[in-house]
């Protein structure tokens, strides 16, 4: 039985579901899978990165990760409008890891102001009270622009926009700022999830459109999700796994792991599978083919899961 839609800024549970059948879901979800793990290559010293792995403050983290690609300015020009899209779902707890730790978001903001960007806007579609959570993040950018920092719950802020490339989903609404953006970075916080397995960054698009409920009830979520990747292309993601939600996602609470790291690459898919790979999901270690959307994003040629051949780089802040 399909779940019925979720309407933000209502319940997290998919419709009419318990909460004891979403955690079942996740259980079962992870308990059909098969370890697997993969290790990745890694970049030689001074070479070019595909994916870079920083460990440290979150802050550090971020300049070191963003560093070893290249810096900013290779995905950031002067005057560009850009567009950060974290998870701003829940009501902002950092210790329970269901949103974007803030500091990540503030030191891309700080980064992109460094290269010149000519507007910068931090936004998300919440699935709770759009003010109570973005709370933490709008506080944190607020050195900047007290005006940077939206959750967009009204459907005026959307527009709609043709999925040529889409196999289930051929049309959706998009917030009309991404569709107005010269960058959009995607810097989601890792987290499991109850229809998918895990919350990254291919998922986390589903926050800049309007009727994300369609995706559960009308299609294949998987397959949705990888539609939506054909338009919502993200120049740069920045995963933050400072902590990771483990269990219970996306909203918690759940078993918390701490990593302290952040994880980039210009290739969304790939920077999914490297947080798939590192992070020990519902207490086991999954590989990147194990969640669908990873994988068919990767069949379909919209980035790469085999992280075991790309040049990954390792720095400590």
């Known amino acids: 039985m399909s779940p019925s839609p979720?309407?933000?800024?209502?319940?997290?549970?998919?419709?009419?579901?318990?909460?004891r059948r979403f955690l079942a879901r996740g259980i079962a979800w992870v308990g059909a899978l098969s370890l697997g793990g993969v290790l990745p290559r890694q970049a030689a010293a001074g070479g070019p990165a595909d994916i870079a792995i920083a460990e440290g403050t979150p802050e550090a983290a971020v300049r070191a990760a963003v560093g070893a690609l290249g810096g900013i300015q290779a995905f950031v020009r002067r005057g560009q409008k850009v567009v950060i899209k974290p998870n701003m779902s829940f009501a902002p707890d950092v210790e329970r890891a269901s949103n974007t730790h803030p500091e990540v978001v503030r030191t891309l903001v700080a980064l992109c102001?460094?290269?010149?960007?000519?507007?910068?806007?931090?936004l998300d579609h919440p699935l709770r009270q759009a003010e109570l959570c973005i709370e933490g993040v709008k506080q944190a950018c607020s050195p900047f622009d007290k005006d940077m920092v939206h959750g967009l719950d009204k459907p005026g802020f959307f527009k709609p926009v043709s999925i040529a490339q889409g196999l289930q989903m051929r049309e959706t609404d998009v917030m009309q700022d991404v569709l107005e953006a010269d960058v959009?970075?995607?810097?989601?916080?890792?987290?499991?999830?109850?229809?998918?397995?895990?919350?990254?960054?291919?998922?986390?698009?589903?926050?800049?459109?309007?009727?994300?409920?369609?995706?559960?009830?009308?299609?294949d979520l998987n397959e949705a999700i990888v539609d939506l990747a054909t338009v919502l292309k993200p120049q740069l993601t920045v995963i933050d796994v400072t902590r990771a939600l483990t269990t219970n996602g996306p909203g918690g609470p759940g078993k918390v792991v701490r990593l302290d790291a952040v994880i980039a690459a210009a290739d969304p898919v790939a920077a999914?599978?490297?947080?798939v790979a590192m992070v020990?999901?519902?207490?086991?270690?999954?590989?990147?083919?194990?969640?669908?959307h990873?994988?068919?994003?990767?069949?379909?040629?919209?980035?790469?899961?085999?992280?075991?051949?790309?040049?990954?780089?390792?720095?400590?802040?």
């Not at 919350?199 to 009308?218: A, T, V």
């Open 294 to 317: 990873i994988r068919r994003a990767h069949e379909r040629g919209l980035g790469r899961m085999d992280i075991e051949n790309l040049r990954v780089r390792r720095v400590t802040a």
């Open 113 to 122: 102001r460094e290269a010149g960007a000519g507007r910068v806007r931090v």
């Open 280 to 292: 020990p999901w519902y207490g086991q270690r999954l590989a990147p083919r194990q969640v669908p």
């Open 272 to 275: 999914d599978a490297q947080a």
């Open 6 to 19: 979720i309407s933000p800024p209502g319940p997290v549970w998919p419709g009419s579901w318990s909460r």
């Open 184 to 219: 959009l970075i995607a810097t989601p916080v890792a987290k499991s999830h109850g229809s998918t397995g895990v919350s990254l960054s291919l998922k986390g698009m589903m926050g800049l459109i309007w009727d994300r409920g369609i995706m559960h009830y009308k299609y």
